[in-house]
T-cell receptor, first 112, second 114 residues
Framework: NAGVTQTPKFRILKIGQSMTLQCTQD?????MYWYRQDPGMGLKLIYY???????DKGEVPNGYNVSRSTTEDFPLRLELAAPSQTSVYFC???????????FGQGTRLTVV | AQTVTQSQPEMSVQEAETVTLSCTYD???????LFWYKQPPSRQMILVIR??????QNATENRFSVNFQKAAKSFSLKISDSQLGDAAMYFC???????????FGTGTRLQVFP
């Protein structure tokens, strides 16, 4: 019973590099979300998706891109990494609006 | 834009005592949902309790209950008979009924002392 799986768990990037954070869920959830968690700042919504082929911006989308080609996967792409993107990233999914959101274990990203 | 405010960065409580964590939110909507999530040191986010705005009755889950004051836009979490395992970050979250966004507050770190 995997739930929401994020990879990698940790990553160090150099300024200007790119990478993709992977998120997969096996619960057949339509709604998927990406958040970043900075110390003392809570969780900020980056992007979200309500189904395959549909994505929308959240509160802090700049510097990120997403795609949703399947129900299961919702990768987050960082282009030209910057120190300001150092954070813990969480992926979440839920069956429909207003239901419980299930979270992955997070990815700790450091940009140096 | 909707905002969620948790004014207590840190709280502490003695084991077996009761503690209340505050949350206020800003919205012009009448239909929405509110959540409390717990994040222990493992980083795993766990749903604690959920409240629908149209329900007058405060939600309760075992030792966890809320005080939902719709007019005041307040949604506090009360933890009774606190246990060491309750130590964690607690996040309040808001979901407007006709949108798909789930917005979180900045969190309150709860320490539980034996």
């Amino acid at each position: 019973n995997a739930g929401v799986t994020q990879t990698p768990k940790f990553r160090i990037l150099k300024i200007g590099q790119s990478m993709t954070l992977q998120c997969t869920q096996d619960m057949n959830h339509n709604y998927m979300y990406w958040y970043r968690q900075d110390p003392g700042m809570g969780l900020k919504l980056i992007y979200y998706s309500v189904g395959a082929g549909i994505t929308d911006k959240g509160e802090v989308p700049n510097g990120y891109n997403v795609s949703r080609s399947t129900t299961e996967d919702f990768p987050l792409r960082l282009e030209l990494a910057a120190p300001s993107q150092t954070s813990v990233y969480f992926c979440a999914s839920r069956f429909r609006r207003n239901t419980e959101a299930f979270f992955g274990q997070g990815t700790r990203l450091t940009v140096v | 834009a909707q905002t969620v405010t948790q004014s207590q960065p840190e709280m502490s409580v003695q084991e077996a005592e009761t503690v209340t964590l505050s949350c206020t939110y800003d919205t012009s909507e009448s239909d929405y949902y509110l959540f409390w999530y717990k994040q222990p040191p493992s980083r795993q986010m766990i749903l604690v309790i959920r409240q629908e705005a149209y329900k007058q009755q405060n939600a309760t889950e075992n030792r966890f209950s809320v005080n939902f004051q719709k007019a005041a836009k307040s949604f506090s979490l009360k933890i009774s008979d606190s246990q060491l395992g309750d130590a964690a970050m607690y996040f309040c979250a808001y979901q407007q009924d006709n949108t798909d966004k789930l917005i979180f507050g900045t969190g309150t770190r709860l320490q539980v002392f034996p």
